[in-house]
């Protein structure tokens, strides 16, 4: 799992606050690198990062929300060869939490785009959406 590359990319309305749209891909992807790329009326921001280290805090996020099963029918349903995409809501995101949308309609301020480049889509899935049990044998 060392070959990833993480690639987020987000459309920034006229209406929206640039800083605040980083902040969102920020919250759940803090280690990327962000770029913003002006045309037009709308800006694009493009984030990257690579390795497991930029999945980090998204992984976590995903079992602070307990979501792990629609994460892993989302992601699934977005693997295409090494590819895994898939969309997020941008409020939520600003606020710190996860909501996965469609990519047209769902989002009314549009989504954020993730693409993650990997070897082993599969393997990248069961990492992210792993449940880890807890031996309450132990106690």
Request: proline share 4%; net charge positive.
């Amino acid at each position: 799992m060392n070959d990833i590359q993480v690639v987020v990319e987000v459309e920034v309305n006229p209406t929206e606050d640039l800083e605040k749209v980083k902040k969102a891909i920020t919250n759940l992807f803090p280690v990327a690198t962000i770029d913003v790329r002006s045309g037009g009326r709308k800006s694009l921001l493009v984030a990257t990062t690579e390795g497991i280290k930029g999945l980090t805090e998204f992984y976590g996020s995903l079992r602070q929300e307990r979501i792990l099963a629609a994460a892993r029918r989302v992601f699934r349903r977005g693997t295409q060869g090494n590819y895994i995409t898939f969309y997020l809501k941008k409020q939520v995101a600003y606020a710190q939490r996860i909501s996965f949308c469609d990519p047209f309609g769902e989002s009314p301020l549009g989504p954020i785009q993730v693409k993650v480049r990997c070897d082993d889509p599969k393997e990248v899935i069961e990492w992210l959406t792993r449940v880890i049990s807890r031996d309450k044998s132990s106690k």
